[in-house]
């Protein structure tokens, strides 16, 4: 007997190893369910340290015990083939287990069951749970900043217009199909800036001027979001080529705007854009606030965009440019119709990678003093009638910003999926 | 010889301080077939891609079809749309489909109307029998298939030159042979050919003239028949004993 053989089953006894492992594992995970959910200890008779390793114990010597090889049932072959193929796993397997029965409990108790929501003030909120209250007294606040609560169906019409004709591009018509692109890249984002410029901001049509100070909260992340990442896009694009150009002046102008652009924190050019910016220009030149900085926003991430390209642009073989050019087709024609769809879909990882930083970089605009949604909470949290909340208010953010972020990068798996062809 | 098509004189080229070519001399005739052969790093390839300028010379000219090639050629374009191109790995591009790799440049690059583009592309794709396979992507063909795909995609340029570079030296043994008809019968349609190949089968059956080179210099250059039967030069004796 090389091996040792302790307390493995053979054929005769496997139904029995089976219930007792399985009877094990159950009184380990109902010993933890119990103690978490009901604050029942099943265990108090024994010492406090000895109670608190029991079920990690019971649990491991359970899954060991139906831990067997080709026991002919799919179900445990499979179960063991993932999550029990050793001691090891098996520890971990009943931790992770643990710690998901032991975080419900008070997840549940704070969201919900202790949570209030009810009322218009803080003493509404008496339960030890979150203070939903809170959030929803300053909802608009969150969503629409500073902007006049009467004038806020602007925003609405603007948003829904917007996402109305973002699906333009679903309508199943093939005279249309050629023209998505140029709708998508050029017509798109001037419809969107006129609509912003005139629906939003007004000043023109009878509407009331608002002034961009005044635009805040959920709204101004999307609306710097976006031109952000419509900007940045086409800039970075050209960036890249620019620095794999033959031409060295384009390409020394390029390295050195990337260089440039990568080498300081975002905060600071924030910070220039507002203060030194308007220093060199014109007295009586005046540009908004919001156009410079999502100008500056805009360029910042164009560095990462045309690195990121370029990673794309590097990847693709020698063998596919003197393809193009022996079929006689020039610089532009070469990346517009061979290298630039292969470079791009290569780097749609790499792209949703960049556009997700830039949504969750945009709450830095605080420091030009235009307020989004976590710029708004921070104002919120400090007023005097509800101090105290700050936690259910960053929640309420990440949530926010989690839905954002994990709808782009879905989107971008999707892209991913559409345009694979076998290499 | 005044109306060769192509010209090479006196060309010179380095890589670094590396010379690859030296001295080359050659006149092609339209409608010639010319077989280019020798070892590996012989400056054989290098010497057919600087005909339509995938590579630059440092010295000498070339004269394609009556234009010289130099750094001021602007309308190089040009010059690359009469001359096609077939690669050793197929460089077919992968994003597109079959027939659309066929139809780019035609559409792009001469301005054709789609539908005659894609007329003449099905023509061309027939001729090298894998017109039933128009709508897949390069990446669902074979090696064959792909290659062959890459000479209607070339052809579709109605070029008046076409360049092979080693097209068979990437495929299986058992495409060689599809290939290789496909090259043939293109020869037999009265094409300007120049192939760089250890095919010396092909070489037997289609080329006019067969030029050995080794170390960047033109070697051996005689006609077909003299150059299997009695070759001058005992480098080219004993690549033949070697190849053959």
Redesign the interface.
């Known amino acids: 007997m090389n091996k040792l053989n302790f307390l493995k089953p053979n054929k005769e006894n496997l139904n029995t190893y089976l219930y007792i492992g399985s009877f094990l594992f159950f009184i380990a995970v109902l010993d933890v369910f119990l103690g978490s959910f009901f604050q029942i200890n099943i265990t108090s008779f024994l010492p406090n340290f000895v109670g608190f390793i029991l079920p990690l114990i019971l649990g491991v010597v359970g899954l060991h015990l139906i831990r067997i090889e080709f026991s002919g049932i799919p179900k445990l072959d499979l179960l063991n083939k993932n999550i029990n193929t050793n001691t090891f796993n098996a520890v971990l397997t009943l931790l992770i287990i643990f710690v998901v029965i032991k975080s419900i409990p008070p997840l549940m108790s704070w969201f919900i069951i202790d949570a209030n929501i009810a009322g218009d003030t803080k003493e509404a909120c008496t339960g030890s749970g979150a203070c939903w209250t809170y959030i929803k007294i300053w909802l608009r606040r969150f969503i629409y900043g500073m902007y006049p609560n009467e004038l806020q169906w602007r925003i609405n019409i603007s948003f829904f217009l917007l996402i109305a004709l973002a699906f333009v591009g679903l309508i199943p018509s093939k005279k249309l199909k050629k023209f998505l692109t140029l709708y998508y890249v050029i017509i798109y984002p001037i419809i969107a800036f006129i609509l912003i410029y005139y629906l939003i901001s007004g000043g023109a049509f009878g509407l009331e001027w608002v002034e961009t100070g005044a635009w805040g909260g959920l709204s101004l992340t999307f609306i710097v979001s976006f031109f952000c990442l419509i900007f940045c896009f086409p800039v970075g694009m050209f960036l890249a080529l620019g620095r794999r150009s033959a031409l060295p002046t384009v390409r020394y102008i390029s390295v050195g705007f990337i260089e440039f652009w990568r080498g300081v924190p975002l905060i600071t050019v924030l910070f220039m854009s507002s203060v030194m910016f308007p220093m060199f220009l014109p007295e009586d030149f005046f540009m908004d606030k919001l156009v410079r900085v999502i100008i500056a926003i805009s360029l910042f991430e164009a560095a990462y965009v045309a690195e990121v390209i370029r990673g794309g642009l590097q990847a693709l073989p020698r063998g596919q440019y003197d393809a193009a050019k022996s079929l006689g087709m020039g610089y532009w024609k070469m990346h517009i119709f061979v290298i630039l769809p292969q470079a791009l879909k290569l780097v749609i990882p790499g792209i949703a990678n960049t556009f997700l930083a830039l949504v969750k970089d945009t709450p830095l605009i605080f420091v030009v003093g235009l307020l989004e949604i976590v710029g708004m909470l921070n104002l919120a949290k400090t007023n005097p009638k509800w101090l105290g909340f700050a936690m259910e208010g960053y929640v309420f953010a990440a949530i926010i910003f989690w839905i954002i972020c994990y709808a782009m990068s879905k989107y971008s798996y999707n892209l991913e999926l559409k345009y694979k062809t076998e290499r | 010889m005044s109306n060769a098509i192509i010209k090479i004189n006196d060309v010179n080229k380095w890589f670094g301080d590396f010379q690859v070519l030296k001295n080359i001399n050659l006149e092609v005739q339209p409608k010639q077939k010319i077989v280019v052969c020798g070892p590996s790093g012989s400056g054989k390839s290098t010497l057919i891609r600087c005909i339509?300028r995938?590579e630059e010379h440092q010295e000498g000219n070339i004269i394609v079809d009556g234009n010289e090639l130099t750094e001021d050629t602007k309308d190089i374009?040009?010059i690359?749309?009469?001359?096609?191109?077939v690669?050793q790995?197929f460089?077919?591009?992968?994003?597109l489909s079959i027939l659309d790799n066929c139809t780019?440049?035609p559409i792009?690059?001469?301005k054709m109307p789609k539908k005659d583009a894609e007329e003449l592309a099905m023509k061309q794709l027939k001729q090298v029998q894998i017109d039933d396979q128009a709508q897949k992507?390069p990446?669902?063909l074979s090696g064959g298939q792909q290659q062959r795909c890459?000479i209607a995609?070339?052809l579709c340029?109605q070029p008046k030159i076409m360049l092979f570079d080693e097209p068979t030296s990437a495929l299986d043994p058992e495409m060689i042979k599809e290939v290789l008809d496909a090259m043939v019968n293109l020869a037999k349609q009265g094409m300007t050919m120049i192939v760089v190949t250890h095919e010396m089968g092909f070489a037997k059956e289609v080329a006019d003239e067969v030029i050995f080179m080794d170390e960047g210099m033109i070697v051996e250059k005689a006609n077909t028949k003299d150059f299997f039967a009695n070759p001058k030069s005992d480098r080219t004796k004993l690549f033949l004993s070697q190849i053959l």
């Open positions: 339509n995938l374009e040009k690359r749309a009469e001359v096609g191109m690669f790995q460089n077919l591009f992968p994003h780019l440049a792009w690059v001469k992507f990446g669902q890459a995609r070339a340029m």
